[in-house]
């Protein structure tokens, strides 16, 4: 059966014909899609079974037709991070799709990787994840709920192995798993403070072995980081059967391998682990896969999903999650390291209202100009920048412009950036699109031109944990030291005794600050990073350092986002933001 594909509609109205102040999900239905099947032929040469459709418009990419070796890898790879966020907001992900399609303006191909949005955030904090304004990624509505089922089949694998681990325990218990030493948790794509620490297998003999347990969201899973992290599903099926769940009473650990559960969790990953295919609001291509957290987890897109759009582009845009010093860290700390892909360019995203913010101007002031306290803030920026240059990174500074910046504080950026010996660059991508990018993307393919990058990794394999940890807490967060807890410590050697001691670690801490008390703002320095407790992540490849009073199951705030979204009176949906 041959379906027919309509193509964009002269008479549906255009962003540019939309009032100021529309919200994005109007914005969003203002533009028709493209079949996905057509843009992929058109932009990259596929055939039409090279994609697995979900509907017209979104569709998972068939990796037996693209070359995904490195001697296929024909793009270049721009890294794009923020300054430390603020409720002002930073606009990174606008951003990357904005610069995407500035690129394309420029006639460059190149497609944007982001991760997916967690329904965690949609209906607590935020309301939606796919960018904004004319940089947008649609069908949003689908991006930003479900989608194609990744986050689903990633929550039931971690299920799967919590069952069979609990079900092993029930008939006698082979592997002689602990039960006062059992680690994996439940996990659920949703906030739930409830959940964070509670008593399973109550009820008596025939319900279960009660033991101590609880829930974090999917996004902090290990499953989703090994998704994430896994190069073709030999390699996820290696890594999920080194999970830990557990120890023996001689603390011996107990592996998924162990349970002989590895083998269903890839069946229940197979279609998840392909990367999945949308569009902007310009019809360019974009890849949307996994999403780890950067502030519980390591922040970036699946390496699938990245390895595919080197193949297919010239150029390639990838974000990496909250600031530099999370997001950047561990993209080149963690997935750089375990990949080999190096990044020849980076995008650092501030805002005029950010950098006042981080300078002590409170939210309702933030219109008013105020050079005083935006260079106070500009610390910020100056910190991240520094960050960046001791992995080898000269970045591009994108301004994200408001309407009420003004010229003068725009000129107070770009000479700070100079001094620092970077381009700082005015983007209006938000408002115009990748017309409003195109300056951006220029600095960028200049920036490029230069030379390749000696990107450096902050630390050896070979280094201690702990010093690893405190080679991140002093060299990126500006720490005077860091405060192990005796059981951190604890975990830390046994780690190491196990034969993990070259993992590389994931700092799990508030997004808000350098440090891990989220009311310091600016570029605090001489703070004590306090790691409570480490988890080992084997499978993923990371030991994970809990900082401060960081959760990897979020609570929802007092008003969720949840009680805005809702359906109209023509069955759409309502409320994202």
Known sequence: MSLQYSEYNETTPTPERLPPGTPDIVIARSVQPQSILLLAQQRFGLPGDSLIPFGHYKAKLNMAHVDTSARAARGKLVMVTAITPTPAGEGKTTTSVGLNDGFNCLGVQSSVCLREPSLGPCFGMKGGAAGG?????????????????????????????????????????????????????????????????????????????????????????????????????????????????????????????????????????????????????????????????????????????????????????????????????????????????????????????????????????????????????????ERHIRNLRRFGLVPVVCINRFPTDSDEELALIQSISAEWGVRAVTATHWAMGGEGATELAQAVLDQMDEGTPEVQLLYEDDIPLAEKIETIATRIYDAASVDFTPAAKRQLEEYEQLGFGHLPVCIAKTQYSFSADPSLRGAPSGHVLPVREVRLSAGAGFVVAVCGDIMTMPGLPRRPAALDISLDENDQVTGLA
Not at 184 to 193: A, K, N, P
Not at 204 to 215: D, K, N
Not at 229 to 247: C, F, K
Request: net charge negative; glycine share 10%.
């Open 133 to 381: 304004g004319r940089a947008q990624v649609i069908p949003m509505e689908d991006i930003n709920l479900h989608f194609n089922g990744d986050f689903h089949a990633i929550t039931t694998a971690h299920n799967l192995l919590a069952s069979i681990l609990d079900n092993h325990m029930h008939w006698g218990n082979e592997v002689g798993l602990d039960p006062r030493h059992v680690y994996w948790r439940r996990v659920m794509d949703l906030t739930d403070r409830s959940l964070r620490y509670m008593v399973s297998g109550l009820g008596g003999t025939a319900h279960g072995t009660p033991r101590e347990t609880g829930f974090d969201i999917t996004v902090a899973s290990e499953i989703m980081a090994i998704l994430c992290l896994a190069d073709g599903l030999p390699d996820l099926r290696q890594r999920l059967g080194n999970i830990i769940v557990g120890r023996r009473p001689d603390m011996s650990p107990v592996t998924a391998r162990d349970l002989g559960v590895e083998g269903a969790l890839t069946v229940l990953l197979k279609e998840a682990l392909l990367p999945n295919l949308v569009q902007s609001l310009e019809h360019n291509p974009v890849f949307i896969h996994g999403g780890p957290f950067a502030n519980i987890a390591h922040g970036c897109n699946s390496v699938t999903a990245t390895r595919a759009a080197l193949a297919l582009n010239d150029v390639v845009v990838t974000e990496a999650g909250f600031g530099a010093d999370l997001g950047a860290e561990k993209f080149i700390d963690i997935k750089c390291r375990q990949t080999g892909l190096r990044p020849d360019a980076a995008v650092l995203v501030c805002t005029v209202r950010a950098l006042k913010m981080q300078g002590g101007v409170s939210r309702k002031d933030l219109a008013t100009p105020d050079l005083h306290s935006l260079r106070a803030g500009a610390v910020n920026l």
